[in-house]
Structure formats: structure tokens, C-alpha cells
């Protein structure tokens, strides 16, 4: 008899901690006495694959989520348990490891946009029972007070809904699951896997992120002991800085650190230091994140489109010498350009930055909206399909902005955030 075992899909959740698709997968397994196997796929074709003439994954990215990746095999390891690694597909890597055992489940996060969406529709349809949770979310699905159909049109309206449900709080985050044994892989690592990974970081580089589960608690617990939290709001803003804003982005992206531990440790913060506007802003921003989620899941493709989810025409063409000297930070606006210097270096620009070089794409060099969403989807270290997408249609005015996109002074915004120009000499030549 083929031996029975239980998967966890590992998608955008690299991480032990909180993690309910994993204890979902544990936990079944345990009570079947089947074998638990997290599974992770490197999915060659994505990392082929282009948008308008762009790698969809960029080396920033690439980077951080081989580190993920191997510390998240590590961290199973030293629970007795391992990561199978595989280059293919999930459908096809399930179908290869089905030939020499019985998958009864597999376990994964709910799809946060298309492609994860037919993704998990494939596995379905080749005949395997998949069980999803909402696992880097704030709020179960379950604990909405709408539909999806009916999310609210603006983040406003969505914040205010949320805020003011009676018991409407994230989970509290789950300790790590007791662990199955696991069953050896069925074939050796990917050469994609064992190759060495040929990537520098900039000495420019402010906050030196390591992907993996560790180094996020270790950078979480360090920006809460500097007190960081307790100035947020007014730093936020800033153009650069170790503190200026939490820097959380690419651990939360690739999922080494939960939102609802962040939640839960900003009021832990607060009852030990004061709270203040600041501390309540940290999760005012989780709550962006959290209304991306839920939006890139209700337009699902749409989102993608010109017209975006709001299916209105769009003006911007897509001239290749105007792109590039966007892409290049060539522009002759030296606020753009540092940004887009630091982008190309380090792989992360500040929100405020993001919102200056989006106005100037779209507005002032009138390109498609797309080709910087793009851009930034191969660019950053962060890149979040939901907060990358959702971000860019909200500034071009065909997502949820209810003021029709956002226009940006960048003279007064270069004078107001970087008044002695320092972020600009920093890094232009
Ligand atoms: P903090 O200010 O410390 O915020 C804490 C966390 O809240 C962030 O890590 C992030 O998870 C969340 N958050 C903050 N602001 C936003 C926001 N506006 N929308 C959604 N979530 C937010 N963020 C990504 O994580 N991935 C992306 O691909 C991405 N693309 C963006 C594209 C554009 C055009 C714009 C304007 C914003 C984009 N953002 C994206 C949101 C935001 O700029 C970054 O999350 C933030 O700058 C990361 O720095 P931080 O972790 O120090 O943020």
C-alpha cells in the first residue's frame, strides 16, 4: 500500500510561526497517521515568464526568497521534519510524487489573485482535494462583515466597517504545530535549488534584510526596542532611514512574519510604553495591506487590465525611450530619479516614493500604468501581487481611489520630505 501523506503547499508563507495552513496540514496528518510534507515549487516558468518585455521575478526578489526558502528547510529540519523542493509546477510535482504515495490532502493559503487562483483550480481539477485558509491575512474570510461581492468601495469605508464590528479582531497568532514525521523526497534537489546564487548586496543598502523567519523576529524585536513605534507616524514619510518606517515589507511578502503578530505586538507595545497615534498607525498601514488582499481577490483579473477594476479608459501610451528613462532614473527630475537609482540598487524605495514615481510615470510621462507596476513587480524585494497591483490602479485612478488617482507636486514633495536634499545627493551620481 502507497504511503498516505498530507502537503502544505508552501506559497508566499515561508515561515513556522502562525502559520494555519501548516498546523491545518500537521494536524491532519497526525490524526491519519500519515506522513506531513511541506512542499515548496520554484515553478521555472514563472521565473521565465515576462510582462512587457520584463522578468516577472527580478534578482532582488530572487534573492530573498531562495533565503526564505533555505531557512524556512532549516527551521523544519530542527523540528524533525524537511522541505521538499521541487522545479516543476504544484500539479505536476504533486502528480510525480502521487506515482509512490497517496496524497490525501493538500493544504494551502486561500489564492490571493489570479494566477494563484487557476493554480489551485488546476490542482483541484487533476482530482486532489486542496483545503485553503486565510493565512496571511488579518481577518478570516469567515469573519468579514461582507461579501466579497460587496467589499467596500473605498479603503475608508472598508477600515471604518472593520473597525467598528463589535469582536471583529485578528486571530491571536498560533504557536507551531507538533509535526509529523515527513517522507523522503522522491526526487533530488533542483539544480535551481543547489546552484550558488550569484547576488550582492548594495553597500548603499539601509536596512540589510535576510530572508527567513529568524531574521524578521530578530528585526522586529530590535525596531520595537528602539522604540521606533512610538514616532512612526511623523517618520513615516521620510525618503530614507533604518527607523523612518518598520522596513517589515519583505518579510511580510514572503510571508517570514505574520500580520496578526505584528498586530498583536503593537498592543503588547502599547500597554507597556503608551500608545499614541503612531502606535495605531502601524496598523492603520496593516489594514492597507489587508484591504489589497481582499480587493485583488473581489476584481481578480481585472486588476490587470488597462482599464483596471473600475474599467475606465486610460490616456497613457507605452513609449519605450520615455520608459526607459523612467526605468533608468534618467528623467531629469532628481527626486524620481534618486528613487528610482535606490530601487534599482537595493530592490526597495520608501511609500512615499513609490507614490512620487508612480504620479510621474503615469502623469507627467504619460505611460501605460501597467508598465510601472511592472517594473516594479521585477524590481522590488517586497513585490506583493495585491499591494504592488492594488498601489498602482488606486494612483492611476482606475482602483479604489475615490478622488480618481492621486496627482503629486514632486517639487513641493521633494522640498517637504528631503528639505537639505540629502536623500538626493545620496543617490545621485
Ligand atoms: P511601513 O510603513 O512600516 O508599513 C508596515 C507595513 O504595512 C508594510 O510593510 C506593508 O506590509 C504595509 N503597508 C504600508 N503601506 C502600505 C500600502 N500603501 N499598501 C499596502 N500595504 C502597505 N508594498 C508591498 O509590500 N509590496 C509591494 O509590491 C508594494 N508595491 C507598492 C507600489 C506602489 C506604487 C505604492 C505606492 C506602494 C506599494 N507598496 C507595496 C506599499 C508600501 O509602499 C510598502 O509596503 C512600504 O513602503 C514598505 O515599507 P515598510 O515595510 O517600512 O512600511
Known sequence: MKPEVVIWLVRDTCRLNDN????????????????????????????????????????????????????????????????????????????????????????????????????????????????????DELFRFEQLPFELDELPATFSKFRKVVEKKPGLVPDAPLKIAE???????????????????????????????LGGERSAQAHWAEYLDAKALSHYKETRNAFCGPMQSSHLSAWLAHGCISARQ???????????NGANDSTYWLRFELLWREYFRWYSR???????????????????????????????????CDIVDAAMQELNETGWMSNRARQLVASHLIYELNLDWRLGASYFESQLVDFDVA????????????????????????????DRYDPDQSYRRRWLP
Open 298 to 332: 473581489a476584481f481578480d483579473w481585472t486588476l490587470f487590465r488597462r482599464k483596471g477594476p473600475n474599467d475606465l479608459e486610460q490616456s497613457g501610451d507605452q513609449n519605450a525611450r520615455r520608459f526607459e528613462a523612467w526605468k533608468t532614473g534618467q528623467t531629469n
Open 262 to 272: 505584528i498586530w498583536a505586538d503593537t498592543l503588547t507595545y502599547e500597554a507597556q
Open 387 to 414: 499591494s504592488n497591483w492594488g498601489n498602482w490602479a488606486y494612483i492611476s485612478g482606475v482602483g479604489p481611489d475615490p478622488r480618481g488617482g492621486r496627482i503629486f507636486n514632486l517639487n513641493d514633495q521633494a
Open 179 to 209: 509535526l509529523a514525521s515527513c517522507i523522503a523526497q522522491p526526487w533530488p534537489d533542483p539544480v535551481e535549488w543547489t546552484e550558488t546564487f550569484d547576488y550582492v548586496l548594495s553597500p548603499k543598502t539601509e536596512v540589510r534584510t
Open 20 to 135: 494555519p495552513a501548516l498546523n491545518l496540514a500537521a494536524k491532519i496528518a497526525k490524526e491519519r497517521g500519515a506522513y506531513f510534507v511541506p512542499l515548496a515549487c520554484l515553478e521555472p516558468r514563472r521565473w521565465a515568464d515576462q510582462q512587457f518585455g520584463m522578468p516577472r521575478i527580478g534578482k532582488h526578489w530572487a534573492r530573498f526568497r531562495s533565503e526564505s526558502l533555505r531557512a524556512l528547510r532549516d527551521d523544519l529540519l530542527t523540528h524533525g521534519s524537511d522541505l521538499w523542493v521541487s522545479a516543476e509546477e504544484p500539479v505536476y510535482a504533486l502528480d510525480r510524487a502521487q506515482q509512490s504515495m497517496n496524497i490525501v490532502h493538500v493544504v494551502c493559503d486561500r489564492p490571493v489573485a489570479t494566477e494563484e487562483r487557476l493554480e489551485t483550480a488546476r490542482i483541484e481539477a487533476e482530482g486532489y482535494s486542496v483545503i485553503t485558509c486565510d493565512v
